[in-house]
């Protein structure tokens, strides 16, 4: 496959292991978004192809800072997560394939892993930041598990009209959607409870070129910089 002339792509997970669906039972509280709703892990790599395959290799672990031009909430911080525990490098790989990850480069990815809960005090606000691009070249959003709720419907919106949704969809466990950020917006609503609680479990990759890299110490000087601006 590949994304579609309007720019994404959805499709099917591999096959998860019980490791992969209970590493989500493990994650650690996200004291800096969110309204106390939210637990995470965050890894980056670096990516080459090389003999017929995308090599990853895992950075060292560094916060995670992103532009408030792309997250007004929680942007132009340092932001000190957990490193992931669990391998997703198989269902990362598969992602590379959908889109398809140009091979002639080097990329760097950040990956997140969330769960979002929402029960009778706690309003499952899955993006706080309302319409917005992530500031990459593409992201995959994949789907682990729905329990217990509704909602969390993802639409895309096209770069040029942030106002009209394209495509709206609400994703089962196993699917995922890639993306190109740079052509659309995207906006996932807030899950809501059948009963007392329930939770969403997702990962989130987003994929720059190595020369345009989500790390290091001028990464972070340029977007802590832009934040104070
Ligand atoms: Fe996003």
């Given at each position: 496959m590949t994304l579609n002339a309007q720019g994404f792509q959805i499709f099917d997970l591999p096959e998860t292991g019980e490791d992969v669906l209970k590493s989500f039972d493990d994650l650690a509280f996200d004291e800096y978004i969110g309204n106390g709703n939210r637990w995470r892990r965050f890894s980056q790599y670096r990516l080459e192809h090389r003999d017929g395959d995308w090599e990853f290799e895992r950075l060292p672990h560094r916060p995670y800072v992103t532009y408030s031009k792309f997250?007004?909430?929680?942007?132009g911080i340092r932001r000190h997560y957990q490193p992931i525990e669990v391998d997703l490098v198989e269902h990362i790989r598969e992602a590379c394939a959908q889109i398809p990850l140009p091979e002639d480069d080097v990329w760097q990815i950040n990956v997140h892993q969330y769960r979002v809960i929402a029960n009778k005090e706690l309003q499952g606000v899955v993006v706080p930041e309302g319409v917005h691009q992530d500031g990459h070249e593409f992201v995959v959003i994949s789907v682990y598990n729905r329990a217990g709720i509704t909602g969390a419907e993802l639409t895309l919106r096209a770069a040029d009209d942030k106002?009209?949704?394209?495509f709206t969809a609400t994703l089962p466990a196993g699917q995922a959607i890639a993306f190109d950020d740079r052509a659309l917006w995207h906006y996932v609503t807030d899950i809501v409870p059948v009963e007392e609680e329930g939770h969403r479990d997702i990962t989130v990759v987003s994929f720059s070129r190595w020369n345009e890299r989500w790390y290091g110490d001028a990464f972070e000087e340029d977007a802590i910089g832009e934040g104070r601006g």
């Open positions: 997250n007004p909430i929680a942007g106002e009209t949704p394209i």
